[in-house]
């Protein structure tokens, strides 16, 4: 039996096997196109549950237009480009922003999230229009693990990331304890087939199929090192302000920083204030002024 479809398989075309080889690794690779063509939103949970959005986004001259990964506080929304912030409006009946540019370029989109309570636990729902990378303060336990995870791991030993798509809503909670959650990938079970095909196909359609699999997980799981990670959530100003710090010695008063980085004073003191939840800098108290301290360098993903 065995010999005969080996017979069987020699006297297949070559061209119909680079044809099915072709139309597996398609079919086996076609969510990983989908990964690659979705922007990707950044979610940031700080140890008091509030959840930051930070997402890149490429204008074009004109008018665009951007729906949201998840409902925002309008205050707290910001569009930067190239150290400026843009004009933006916001249709809370679509969350959708509309931003006006006029050079094609990439800006960064930040705000604080809307976030759902109740019974002490917290609910965030996001547009499956996006692939996600969340980052969890220690003390932040997660109800339910995401569908879909891609990659997960920690950056600097504390903060847990995630990477996933198609999850209508995360929940969690906060809680004192500063031992992060494990975490176990769910498993899938492979869906079966109601039909009832040839050995032959059986075989190749397996063989061929396992290696389409292999490959696509060698492209998801493509090991990026915390450094990579580490440096990939911070903005631009964030890595100003970092600059500045260094370059002035290893601290600055909030008036030098304001010289050094020109962003609005509210928009830089929003980006020191998160430097320090990420446990960058530290602020003092100098009389009436603020003084930023350097506590620790942004590692190079390089």
């Known amino acids: 039996m065995y010999s005969e479809v080996i017979r069987t398989l020699i006297r297949i075309p070559y061209s ?12 086996g690779t076609s ?11 950044h979610i940031y949970i700080d140890s008091n ?3 930051h959005i930070r997402i890149k986004m490429n204008l074009s001259t004109g008018v665009n237009i951007v729906v949201l990964p998840v409902t925002p506080i309008i205050e707290t929304i910001t569009v930067v480009l190239n150290s400026q912030e843009l004009p933006f409006l916001y249709d809370d009946k679509s969350n959708t922003l509309y931003i006006v540019s006029t050079i094609n370029a990439s800006c960064d989109i930040e705000y604080v999230a809307n976030v759902s309570i109740e019974n002490n636990a917290f609910s965030l729902h996001l547009s499956k229009e996006y692939m996600y990378k969340l980052y969890l303060a220690p003390n932040i336990i997660l109800l339910t693990v995401p569908n879909n995870i891609s990659d997960y791991g920690y950056v600097n030993n504390s903060i847990l990331y995630i990477e996933f798509s198609d999850e209508p809503t995360i929940n969690y909670i906060v809680k004192e304890t500063t031992q992060p959650q494990q975490f176990t990938t769910p498993v899938v079970a492979p869906k079966t087939s109601q039909s009832q095909p040839n050995i032959v196909f059986i075989i190749i359609g397996v063989a061929l199929g396992a ?6 997980y060698l ?9 990579e990670r580490e440096v990939e959530f911070l903005s631009d100003v964030d890595l100003a302000i970092l600059k500045s710090l260094e ?3 290893g601290s600055a008063l909030q008036s030098e920083l304001q010289k050094d980085v020109p962003v609005p004073r509210t928009t830089l003191w929003r980006h020191v204030k998160k430097l ?3 446990g960058y800098v530290r602020i003092e108290k100098v009389g009436l002024q603020n003084k930023v301290v350097l506590v620790k360098k942004p590692r190079s993903g390089s």
Request: glycine share 6%.
């Open 211 to 216: 290696v389409a699999l292999f490959i696509a």
């Open 16 to 27: 119909l096997l680079l044809i099915t080889l072709f139309a597996l690794f398609i079919a």
């Open 31 to 41: 969510t990983i196109s989908i990964y690659s063509l979705k922007p990707i939103a």
């Open 247 to 249: 370059k002035r010695g």
């Open 49 to 51: 549950g509030v959840a």
């Open 219 to 227: 492209y998801m799981s493509r090991a990026r090192s915390g450094k």
């Open 276 to 278: 320090e939840k990420l």
